[in-house]
T-cell receptor, first 110, second 114 residues
């Protein structure tokens, strides 16, 4: 089983719908991140959290919110999805060194 | 400013050729980490290497090698005798030792032609 698990792996939704992407980890790391990947733009940080009571905005947080329900769980919400939020989303954890990524969630907003 | 530049958007090589992926970074930090990740066609992000700015020794791991040059702010990645399985997008990233964020380049898509 993957150490960092994202659900759903694929989702197609319509403009205006609320969407939640979930991330859970078994690595025991305190730091968790949500990134968005778009072709030609690399990975851009949406939100990050260093513990359950700590939530921080990244460079592209507008239109997104997060919840850190437990050390192991970090969810990303799109309150009202729009087509330009179509992207590949990655959750990641970190101890003190590198990031460990989930397998990604591909979201399509029609 | 913290920034990572991967100027090569796409590279194609024939199998068994050597290929170098360039990474240039900007940082105000005196101590920092540099990383390389691989994203194969299946989409997952695979960690390849982490380098501390204090350690300028080049590193070799099988067919992979990394050349870190602080003087030119570069951390280049060479694949020797490339194979089709090396076809992927490769990302370079930077994090300051006290920083909270990782800064990623836009990636280089490598295609190895059989």
């Amino acid at each position: 089983d993957a150490d960092v698990t994202q659900t759903p792996r694929n989702r197609i939704t319509k403009t205006g719908k609320r969407i939640m992407l979930e991330c859970s980890q078994t690595k025991g790391h305190d730091r968790m991140y949500w990134y968005r990947q778009d072709p030609g733009l690399g990975l851009r940080l949406i939100y990050y959290s260093f513990d359950v009571k700590d939530i921080n905005k990244g460079e592209i947080s507008d239109g997104y919110s997060v919840s850190r329900q437990a050390q192991a769980k970090f969810s990303l919400s799109l309150e009202s999805a729009i087509p330009n939020q179509t992207a590949l989303y990655f959750c990641a954890t970190q101890n003190t060194g590198e990031l460990f990524f989930g397998e990604g969630s591909r979201l399509t907003v029609l | 400013a913290q920034k990572v530049t991967q100027a090569q958007t796409e590279i194609s090589v024939v199998e068994k050729e050597d290929v170098t992926l360039d990474c240039v970074y900007e940082t105000r930090d005196t101590t920092y980490y540099l990383f390389w990740y691989k994203q194969p066609p299946s989409g997952e992000l695979v960690f390849l290497i982490r380098r501390n700015s204090f350690d300028e020794q080049n590193e070799i791991s099988g067919r992979y090698s990394w050349n870190f040059q602080k003087s030119t702010s570069s951390f280049n990645f060479t694949i020797t005798a490339s194979q089709v399985v090396d076809s992927a997008v490769y990302f370079c990233a930077l994090r300051g030792i006290w920083g909270n964020q990782f800064y990623f380049g836009t990636g280089t898509s490598l295609t190895v032609i059989p």
